[in-house]
């Protein structure tokens, strides 16, 4: 079982900046695929951000070129820095994990989740 710990979320105006962060106590974050997931308010959870194993990333088209995935192997976190922010994307942010080869962005593909930290912007 893999334990995802997020954490940065909050309340900012739009225009702002958030960056959330994801940790994985116990656990070497480049031996999984790891992305990031949000849900709104009677919506589906969509995908946002992803990095595979491979260090390959991909961006769902709304949040490109506005949100950034990073990651600081020393201290085994994996960040998702939000600029530009949007009332639309006001949801609870997930961080996901999977240790299998590639990366899909359906939910069902990926195996352990964090608790979620809510991102709410006001206009």
């Known amino acids: 079982q893999v334990q995802l710990v997020e954490s940065g979320g909050g309340l900012v105006q739009a225009g702002g900046s958030l960056r959330l962060s994801c940790t994985a106590p116990g656990r070497t974050f480049s031996s999984y695929a790891v992305g990031w997931f949000r849900q709104a308010p009677g919506k589906e959870r969509e995908f946002v951000a992803g990095?595979?194993?491979?260090?390959?990333?991909r961006y769902t088209e709304s949040v490109k070129d506005r949100f950034i995935i990073s990651r600081d192997n020393a201290k085994n976190t994996e960040y998702l820095q939000m600029n530009s922010l949007k009332p639309e994307d006001t949801a609870v942010y997930y961080c996901?994990?999977?240790?299998?080869?590639?990366?899909?962005?359906?939910?069902?593909?990926?195996?352990?989740w964090g608790q979620g930290t809510q991102v709410t912007v006001s206009a």
């Open positions: 990095r595979s194993r491979s260090g390959i990333t």
């Open positions: 996901a994990a999977e240790s299998r080869l590639g990366m899909l962005t359906t939910a069902g593909w990926w195996n352990y």
